[in-house]
């Protein structure tokens, strides 16, 4: 070894998993009508300052009327697939991950596939991870491609929550806006991809969304109302802070590593504070994580892919790097994913 060299730390695979993938290519789209921290002051009782200090988001992005989510999903897609320089007729199969489908039936992951030309694609959806559908939705692809005939798979999330909002709660009003991200992930040599995992969850209604269930909806409440997303954010704060930490400690010495072995964090963008919590708690730097809730909210299933494409984009991950990506949703669902970063060439 060369004086000075760096080496990295050697891992132990406990994934589970016998093949190897890369994250090939990625791609992000949000809506162009942006709205303003000072837009929603003229309806709602708050301001710019407390939503900032409670948030940290400043803006955040509603889709056009005549659009839905499949149209955000295609135009993400086609970034991924374009940047992985492969075509549409290469993908295997397509995991879409959404609370906020096209409608019920039939599946968006379906639509999607027929939109981008992804004839050979076998098509899923996975409709109620929430803000942790991401995490679960790379685990399940990652299993796919443990599947002989499965090399390619499309990896998506998105949601349209401007259209779940009760326009008069300043709460979820605030937080929430919508986006879509995606992912292609590829086989590929040995020591790249998934190395470890960790999942939990807890039936809690904090965060709740009732309407379109077979359910009773509650006391009180019309068909209208329910389908507006009610939160609890100080009971989301306790069980985010709290377990977030945790279960990335979990994934990073399952797989071998020490959390400063990481160089890089991609977190669900929830809240601005959530995030710096959870990086304290761990002793690493904000500089070793990449933020976007300042400009697009809380984007539920989109938010990791958001955050991982705008870090991919800059460089800030590296082909050879350790990566940890975290998120928790309502249910409330969390998880962490410990990967080794590649592309093939």
Same mark, same amino acid.
């Not at 489908?101 to 999607?112: E, F, G, K, R, Y």
């Not at 539920?300 to 990506?325: M, N, R, T």
């Given at each position: 070894?060369?004086t %000075?060299?760096?080496?990295?730390?050697?891992? /132990?695979?406990q994934?589970? =998993?016998?093949?190897?993938? #890369?994250i090939q290519g990625s791609?992000?789209?949000?809506?162009e009508?942006?709205?303003?921290?000072?837009?929603?002051?003229?309806?709602?009782?708050?301001? +710019?300052e407390?939503? @900032?200090?409670?948030?940290?988001?400043?803006?955040?992005?509603?889709l056009?009327s +005549?659009?839905a989510?499949?149209?955000?999903?295609? @135009?993400? #897609?086609?970034?991924?697939?374009?940047?992985?320089?492969?075509?549409?007729?290469?993908?295997?199969?397509?995991?879409?991950?959404?609370?906020?489908?096209?409608?019920?039936?039939?599946?968006?992951a =379906?639509?999607?596939?027929?939109?981008?030309?992804?004839?050979?694609?076998?098509? $899923?959806?996975l409709?109620? %991870?929430a803000?942790?559908?991401g995490?679960?939705?790379?685990? $399940?692809a990652?299993?796919?491609?443990?599947?002989? $005939?499965?090399n390619?798979?499309?990896?998506?999330?998105?949601?349209?929550?401007?259209?779940?909002?009760?326009?008069? +709660?300043?709460?979820?009003?605030t $937080?929430?806006?919508?986006?879509?991200?995606?992912?292609?992930?590829?086989k590929?040599?040995?020591?790249?991809?998934?190395?470890?995992w960790?999942?939990?969850?807890y039936?809690?209604l904090?965060?709740?969304l009732?309407? %379109?269930?077979t359910?009773?909806?509650?006391?009180?409440a019309?068909?209208?109302?329910?389908?507006f997303?009610r939160m609890?954010?100080?009971?989301?704060?306790?069980?985010?802070?709290r377990?977030?930490? =945790?279960?990335?400690?979990?994934? /990073? &010495?399952?797989?071998?590593?020490?959390?400063?072995?990481?160089? &890089?964090?991609?977190?669900?963008?929830a809240?601005?504070?959530?995030? *710096? *919590?959870t990086?304290?708690?761990l002793?690493?730097?904000?500089? *070793?994580?990449?933020?976007?809730?300042?400009?697009?909210g809380?984007?539920?299933?989109?938010?990791?892919?958001?955050?991982?494409?705008k870090?991919?984009?800059? *460089?800030?991950?590296?082909?050879? +790097?350790?990566?940890?990506?975290?998120?928790?949703?309502?249910?409330?669902?969390?998880?962490?994913l410990c990967?080794?970063?590649?592309k093939?060439?």
């Amino acid at each position: 070894m060369k004086t %000075g060299t760096l080496t990295k730390p050697s891992t /132990v695979n406990q994934s589970g =998993l016998a093949t190897s993938f #890369s994250i090939q290519g990625s791609g992000f789209y949000v809506p162009e009508d942006i709205v303003t921290n000072e837009m929603l002051t003229r309806t709602l009782d708050t301001t +710019d300052e407390w939503i @900032q200090d409670k948030t940290g988001i400043r803006e955040r992005r509603y889709l056009q009327s +005549d659009m839905a989510t499949s149209d955000m999903c295609v @135009q993400a #897609s086609l970034d991924a697939i374009s940047d992985a320089g492969i075509t549409s007729e290469d993908i295997d199969a397509i995991v879409l991950c959404t609370t906020t489908p096209d409608q019920q039936i039939p599946s968006t992951a =379906l639509i999607v596939k027929e939109k981008i030309g992804a004839k050979n694609a076998i098509p $899923f959806d996975l409709t109620q %991870g929430a803000c942790a559908g991401g995490i679960y939705s790379i685990l $399940f692809a990652s299993h796919l491609l443990q599947n002989q $005939f499965i090399n390619n798979v499309l990896v998506i999330g998105a949601e349209v929550l401007s259209r779940y909002i009760d326009p008069t +709660d300043r709460i979820t009003k605030t $937080f929430f806006g919508d986006a879509a991200g995606a992912i292609l992930l590829q086989k590929t040599g040995e020591g790249s991809g998934l190395l470890a995992w960790d999942l939990d969850s807890y039936l809690n209604l904090a965060v709740t969304l009732h309407g %379109g269930g077979t359910a009773r909806m509650p006391e009180g409440a019309d068909l209208k109302t329910s389908h507006f997303i009610r939160m609890n954010g100080r009971e989301v704060w306790k069980t985010a802070t709290r377990n977030l930490p =945790l279960s990335i400690k979990n994934a /990073v &010495h399952k797989a071998g590593l020490q959390v400063s072995d990481i160089d &890089h964090f991609i977190l669900h963008q929830a809240n601005l504070n959530i995030i *710096k *919590k959870t990086m304290a708690a761990l002793d690493v730097p904000m500089e *070793k994580t990449t933020v976007t809730i300042q400009d697009y909210g809380n984007t539920g299933a989109a938010s990791i892919f958001s955050a991982l494409h705008k870090s991919l984009e800059e *460089k800030a991950i590296k082909p050879g +790097d350790y990566l940890v990506i975290s998120a928790i949703g309502a249910g409330f669902l969390w998880g962490s994913l410990c990967l080794q970063y590649t592309k093939n060439e």
